[in-house]
């Protein structure tokens, strides 16, 4: 801004204008600032311009204090003149240097010139306002706070604005921004980081004295988001477990925990107390604020656990005859995976999750269980009995793997068959037709065990699952009793068999036998 400041002529110096043809608009002293602030022990240039009418010489220029009527010229004064230097000419140029200014330099200076003529006299007034500044006053303004991206302006001020050139250094976390130097009091961050955010100080180049130190705020999304588990190895059912999650984020974030895609918890820490195999699963957390979000990897919660749940299946379901193949399934919920052993009754009879039996024969039939063992437990299943029952028409008449007749009668006559039956099923074997004739029984007559026989009866059942005697009285009829014949074969002691002589019978004459039969195998 450029001031003119001039001087009330006294009245005959205006009459001497109004006859020479001048007037006050050719008189004048013009400043660059009305106002200037500086550093302790810094220089100050005060520019200004002055004018005059034409025809008049400068005869002498000089900076004053004051506005008396006889100035005193601030060169002549030994406080100034070491540090005052007159940088301008006797034409229109009138800008001076003071150096090394201080407190007691605070004035209003003002530039006096005089001409040749009389009455040739003038002083700019108001004059340049000069302030003078401690660097301890320096201080930094900044945002209070920022987001990552955004463009940031930090300033360096005084108490008052510094119109000298004075040159700023900017420090972060105390340290020189790669000796960066504004000659301006502005420091322009564009496109700021996370990585900007600190606090800044600044200086004056020449100063030790740095200002106090402003905390740049950056905001950002959350980043770096990850999630640890403790204890980090086996876990087995029953320990606590905790689930941790860290993130990056400004401001800092809120965190959710899910397993899955359901939302289990939330901060920082998620705990699981005794823990058990329905907290298997994937885990992972999310960190979010207001500038954004983001999930973790995922981790695998791996829960060991001993057998349990242990059963066992049969197949086929329903009835199982003497020759079928039959598989015992093994099931259990274990982890790991468990190592199944087979028992029948208390005897190992083999190992896998499958147990495979071709041609079942009564031999098999018994009480089965299977064993689920892994390192953390073992268990054994329920047992499973397979049994044989026997059946007349459809009437039941016995049980067990044997069916004994004894007094046979034609009462006995009919079909046989036997059932197999367990929980998971049941199953009949084919029937098997018995003949017995209308008879009476000698008790004269010999009784017979013939062993080999069980062979024919053992075709006769088919299959029937299990072992059983038979015992049938035959005799002749009555009116051809006379023409039996008895001798006994071989050696009574014999097991083979002790029988009666068939050879001399008539084919009316029948004979009381035993039979024994056991199952084939």
Known sequence: MLMSVRMAPRLPLIFLLMIHGFSSADWGVSYSHSHICALKD????????????????????????????????????????????????????????????????????????????????????????????????????????????????????????????????????????????????????????????????????????ISPAVHLNVMYAPTSVSLSISPSGEIVEGDSVTLSCSSDSNPPAEISWFKGRTSVGSGRIYSISEISSDHSGEYRCKSINKHG?????????????????????????????????????????????????????????????????????????????????????????????????????GTFVGSGNTYSISNISSDHSGEYKCKSINKHGEKDSDAVTLNIKSVRCFSSVAVVVVSAAAAAVGVLFGGASGAFVMYICLTKRTNRRSAMKESVISDPNEDTYTALELKSTTSDLYDTLTINRKMLQ
């Open 293 to 393: 979000e983001k999930y973790s990897h995922a981790v695998t919660l791996n829960v060991m656990y001993p057998p349990r749940n242990i059963s066992v299946s049969i197949s086929p379901s329903g009835e199982i005859v003497e020759g079928d193949s039959v598989t015992l399934i093994c099931s259990s919920d274990s982890n790991p995976p468990a190592e199944i052993s087979w028992f029948k009754g208390g005897t190992f009879v083999g190992s896998r999750r499958i147990y495979s039996i071709s041609k079942i024969s009564s031999d098999h039939s018994g009480e089965y269980k299977c064993k689920s063992r892994n390192q953390h437990g073992e268990q054994y299943s329920d047992i499973v009995i397979l049994s044989v029952i026997w059946f007349k028409g």
């Open 42 to 209: 810094s220089s100050v240039i005060m520019s200004c311009t002055y004018t005059y009418p034409t025809g008049h010489q400068i005869k002498n220029v000089f900076w004053t204090e004051n506005t008396d009527k006889e100035p005193p010229d601030l060169s002549e004064d030994p406080e100034y003149s070491q540090r005052l230097q007159y940088l301008g000419d006797k034409q229109q140029n009138c800008t001076i240097r003071l150096s090394h200014v201080t407190q007691k330099d605070e004035h209003m200076y003002y530039f006096r010139f005089t001409t040749n003529k009389d009455g040739g006299k003038w002083i700019g007034k108001p004059g340049v306002t000069l302030t003078v500044t401690d660097d301890t006053d320096l201080q930094v303004e900044s945002p209070e706070r920022v987001t990552e991206g955004d463009s940031v302006r930090l300033t360096c001020k005084s108490s008052c604005t510094l119109t000298d050139r004075a040159t700023f250094i900017w420090y972060r976390n105390s340290q020189p921004l790669t000796e960066r130097r504004d000659t301006n009091n502005q420091l322009l961050l564009q496109s700021v980081r996370r990585e900007d955010a600190g606090r800044y100080s600044c200086a004056l180049h020449g100063h030790t004295y």
